[in-house]
């Protein structure tokens, strides 16, 4: 059977699999498993078994299940809500100042929580009320929360790029300080844009009076809720960036951290550690599986010759290797309209990264660019997993074209910094190079 059949049958196989329901493992593994099976036999059974016990013993896994406990201490301790309260009495004086709350603190919690969906959720139940009781319009209340949820995929420390990294077989840590600059160059271009709309059209986020707090106070609650957050970011950013730990090692540092100020802050109780342990287990469970079948998927192309048969098309086309990056990154898009950020990432990595290396892209700056597609993937409709979490936790009236309307500004800047990148690579390299990670 030719490369290209073979490709189409395999690819189309996982998709059918996964349209059907099963969950993205699952849906993996059946493929991997069916396939094998009918390529190779038993001989290929007994590469399949020990590809999956090499992918789950792969050091560079590690910071993954370190990073989701983070994130659920956070998300259990409720040291978010506070953190919001200190933000708002200094922000006080900006038009649009909840939605400026919002694109700032969800920032700053992309920088602890490690996930996209926790960010959003948390941000969504504490904001959105708030801002619908001061008369805050939709676009202005939901939008800046979906658009600033997704900068945990960038911004370390990012679940999602340590799989990115492993499923690659590149540096966990470039990708992740990689994903700093464009990340916060991505927050900055919210805060711009929400303070220019508010200016333009004030009745879309009115100002409203609270009682002004004295500078005294204000420093007085950073340093007791600003700082312990700022102590749990330099846990994981600082060390990095100082070169003194690894990403495994920061990554252990950061988690005990967090248990650490959540216990001197009187916020630790048996029951959050086990919400926060139980929540943690199954979403590293989740990602272990996804690797494991990922990286059989690899395998199951490599004996279909489908890799090697895509390297010598895409090398022999008389086109600019920018267009078939864009060509790359273009699918990406099409696939976010119809699956989530993580089955996106494992069906394309094993297919991409061949042709990356063809082409001497850069295999950082080329996972950056990736990140900020499959973070514009996770709020693009019809399937978007942001858009859903949004109207989960905003009122009835709240409808889903609202929800998505208020994305679209969203999605236009994370093509802008797409194309910055692609135009500047130094902006996803500098930071890393200049670390020497």
């Known amino acids: 059977m030719e490369w290209w059949a073979s490709l189409t049958l395999v690819v189309g196989g996982l998709i059918f699999i996964l349209l059907l329901g099963f969950p993205v493992a699952f849906g993996f593994l059946l493929t991997d498993l069916i396939f094998t099976a009918y390529l190779m036999g038993t001989s290929g059974m007994e590469v399949l078994t020990l590809q999956i016990y090499a992918s789950l013993a792969s050091f560079v896994l590690s910071p993954a299940p370190m990073f989701i406990v983070m994130g659920e201490l956070m998300f259990h301790s409720n040291l978010a809500n506070d953190t919001l309260d200190v933000l708002d009495r200094w922000l006080s004086w900006i038009p649009g100042r909840l939605s400026i709350l919002a694109a700032v603190s969800g920032t700053i919690f992309a920088a602890t929580s ?98 002004p707090t004295p500078l005294s106070m204000k420093l007085y609650l950073s340093v007791k809720y600003l700082l312990p957050v700022g102590l749990i970011i330099f846990s ?43 929540g943690s287990l199954e979403v ?37 290797p920018i267009l078939i990056l864009i060509a790359m990154q273009v699918i990406v898009v099409v696939l976010g309209c119809l699956m989530d950020p993580v089955s996106i990432m494992l069906i394309t990595i094993p297919i991409f990264m061949p042709i990356v290396a063809a082409l001497n892209f850069d295999p950082i700056w080329f996972a950056v660019i990736m990140l900020v597609n499959l973070e514009m993937g996770n709020m693009t409709p019809p399937f978007g997993m942001l858009i859903f979490v949004m109207q989960g936790v905003t009122p009835k009236d709240v409808t889903y074209e609202q929800i998505v309307w208020a994305t679209v500004p969203y999605m236009l800047f994370d093509i802008v910094v797409m194309g910055i990148v692609i135009g500047w690579p130094q902006v996803a390299l500098w930071l890393p190079r200049m670390l020497g990670e």
């Not at 599986?289 to 048969?309: R, Y």
């Open 236 to 278: 994981v950013l600082g060390l990095i960036f100082l070169g003194v730990a690894t990403p495994t090692e920061a990554a252990a540092f950061g988690a005990l951290s967090t248990l650490i100020v959540n216990i001197f802050m009187g916020r630790f109780n048996w029951r959050m550690l086990k919400a926060s342990m139980k």
């Open 114 to 211: 490690g996930s996209s969906l926790a960010n959003t959720a948390m941000l969504g139940t504490v904001l959105v009320p708030e801002m619908k009781k001061r008369g805050y319009s939709t676009f202005m209340s939901v939008g800046p929360i979906i658009g600033v949820g997704g900068l945990a995929m960038l911004i370390p420390p990012s679940a999602l790029a340590v799989i990115f990294a492993s499923v690659a077989q590149i540096s966990v840590g470039q990708v992740l300080i990689g994903g700093v600059v464009p990340g916060v160059l991505l927050g900055l271009l919210f805060c711009a844009f929400i303070v220019l709309c508010a200016v333009i059209k004030p009745s879309c986020a009115p100002n409203f009076r609270t009682e």
């Open 284 to 320: 590293t469970t989740m990602v272990l599986m996804i690797v494991a079948a990922s990286k059989t998927f690899s395998t199951v192309l490599a004996f279909t010759n489908a890799t090697d048969g895509m390297v010598e098309l895409v090398t022999g086309l008389a086109l600019h």
